[in-house]
């Protein structure tokens, strides 16, 4: 039988995982197919169940699954602990579902190239504290960056001050929280700022003071990463946005179940490549 694998989501059907995952599994030649799948919140279990009995192998989780992954998983990698969420399933003969979170390396890798690698007095600060920033904490405190984390709900900001914390804790300085209304004196004192939040989706940006040719990351993509971005580059500062994330923890994934380390450059191709054709 093939094996299959998919993502597993809601929405899911923009996702641009197969196209990277199908692109991978040609150039290797696997026998292996990867879909999107649309799954509803709560409905995880019933469905990796009948999944694993067609061939399933494992699965990327998105919204709104990842902490319903987390709790079903019978095997729990040290990050995917850590951060509270699972977006790496993978299913073995002996029906173990091992969990692990790839999010934090994705993000780590493509920051770093991006970003120009900061040094650890760089003033780093990022807004939103959802469930996408949950694995860039992580994977900034085991970095050791100072870093604001400014969130609209203050609670949920101090939530991932104590993830950063436990992270590294001797960096328990290095971090802070901030209610929004410290967003602009926060702007002006960053050197790189990270936009976790959701905004661009609504096509809501930043009000951003001079940029000075610094740097900001956006973890979104497509449109509402143009949406977000676009003012700040008016502004002056430096942009990115998140497909290189989203290929990196694909590339994570994709060696946690084939052991294979793929090519980031050809993901990278074959999701732009789908983003392009829906811009026309
Ligand atoms: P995700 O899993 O994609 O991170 P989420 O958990 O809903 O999605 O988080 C969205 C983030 O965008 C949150 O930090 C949210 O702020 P709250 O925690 O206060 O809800 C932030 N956000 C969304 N709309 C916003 C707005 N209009 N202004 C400021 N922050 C906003």
Redesign the pocket.
């Known amino acids: 039988m093939t094996d299959r694998y998919a993502v597993l989501g809601d929405p899911i059907s923009a996702s641009l995982s197969p196209a990277i995952h199908m692109a991978w599994i040609r150039d290797a030649r696997l026998d292996a197919t990867y879909t999107a799948m649309r799954v509803e919140a709560g409905r995880l279990v019933d469905l990796l169940s009948a999944f694993r009995d067609e061939g399933g192998r494992g699965a990327n989780v998105t ?1 709104p699954l ?1 902490e319903e992954a987390w709790a079903l998983s019978t095997n729990l990698s040290d990050t995917a602990r850590a951060i509270g969420a699972v977006n790496t399933l993978r299913l073995d003969s002996n029906k173990v579902i091992h969990g692990d979170n790839t999010d934090a390396v994705g993000f780590a890798s493509d920051f770093q190239d991006q970003a120009g690698e900061p040094d650890r007095d760089s003033k780093l600060v990022m ?8 694995a860039v904490v992580y994977a900034l405190g085991k970095s050791g960056y100072r870093l604001a984390i400014c ?3 203050l609670s ?2 101090k939530a991932l001050e104590r993830i950063y914390s436990a992270t590294t804790p001797e960096q328990t300085a290095r971090v802070t929280s901030h209610p ?1 209304e410290d967003l602009p004196a926060l702007l002006e004192w960053a050197d790189i700022v990270i936009n ?4 661009g989706h ?1 096509g ?1 940006s930043l009000p951003w003071p001079s940029g000075r040719d610094r740097f900001v990351y956006d ?2 993509y497509g449109t509402a990463a143009s949406a977000f971005l676009a003012p700040a580059q008016t502004a002056g500062w430096r942009t990115a946005d998140g497909l290189g994330m989203l290929v990196g923890q694909a590339a994570a994934s994709f060696d946690i179940w084939f052991g294979i380390k793929p090519d980031v450059r050809r993901g990278f191709e074959a999701a732009e490549a789908i983003l392009k054709d829906r811009n026309q």
């Open positions: 919204l990842k807004i939103g504290a959802g469930g996408a920033a949950r969130n609209r709900t949920r900001a929004i976790a939040t959701s905004l609504s809501q973890l979104s």
